[in-house]
T-cell receptor
Framework: DAGVIQSPRHEVTEMGQEVTLRCKPI?????LFWYRQTMMRGLELLIY????????DSGMPEDRFSAKMPNASFSTLKIQPSEPRDSAVYFC????????????FGPGTRLTVL | AQSVTQLDSQVPVFEEAPVELRCNYS??????LFWYVQYPNQGLQLLLK??????LVESINGFEAEFNKSQTSFHLRKPSVHISDTAEYFC????????????FGKGTRLSVIA
């Protein structure tokens, strides 16, 4: 089993550029979560999907952030335009239905905005 | 809403010594409790979880945690640590109904000294 796959692993970009982060959940999982990790705020939920439908996006910082899940095997998180304060590690996690089921995390994308 | 407090940001300990990483939570509803471990430049891995039943839960690598409802705590312990246990440890909670997002503490960096 490949686990949750994220790409790219590292991204360095300049302020104002568009950034797209990608996630492939574990096959058969119907929940997908995007979290962000920073030194100041720790790990925070950005948005999560169930069966490709966004359930809660209250953690998305502002309109510059958007997330989509066009099918069960792919999700994107887009930042446009990017700002230095967006620098963080972005994690994708997936799980299957069932209230006690584990969330499996990908390796993360380390984003640096100069 | 739920919140998690990890009382120690860093814990240095000598190899083969015991360790306790403290975690307290706050919630108006019943929750599930988790400990995740993050090794450098990797994603989060589930260490152990409490869903129901026995309040003492164990992991395969010698860690254990005890759920204390009256003290709203879920402290992580290991009687004898190894160099390989050096990592960041995150306590997390989520509602015990449905498949809801995790709420994380700020993390505790465990450094095992030879």
């Amino acid at each position: 089993d490949a686990g949750v796959i994220q790409s790219p692993r590292h991204e360095v970009t300049e302020m104002g550029q568009e950034v797209t982060l990608r996630c492939k959940p574990i096959s058969g999982h119907d929940y997908l979560f995007w979290y962000r990790q920073t030194m100041m705020r720790g790990l925070e939920l950005l948005i999560y999907f169930n069966n490709n439908v966004p359930i809660d996006d209250s953690g998305m910082p502002e309109d510059r952030f958007s997330a989509k899940m066009p099918n069960a095997s792919f999700s994107t998180l887009k930042i446009q335009p990017s700002e230095p304060r967006d620098s963080a590690v972005y994690f994708c996690a997936s799980s299957s239905s069932g209230s006690g089921n584990e969330q499996f995390f990908g390796p993360g994308t380390r984003l640096t905005v100069l | 809403a739920q919140s998690v407090t990890q009382l120690d940001s860093q814990v240095p300990v000598f190899e083969e010594a015991p360790v306790e990483l403290r975690c307290n939570y706050s919630s108006s509803v019943s929750v599930y409790l988790f400990w995740y471990v993050q090794y450098p430049n990797q994603g989060l891995q589930l260490l152990l979880k409490y869903l129901s039943g026995s309040t003492l839960v164990e992991s395969i690598n010698g860690f254990e945690a005890e759920f204390n409802k009256s003290q709203t705590s879920f402290h992580l312990r290991k009687p004898s640590v190894h160099i390989s246990d050096t990592a960041e440890y995150f306590c997390a909670v989520r509602r015990n109904s449905g498949n809801t997002p995790l709420v994380f503490g700020k993390g505790t960096r465990l450094s095992v000294i030879a």
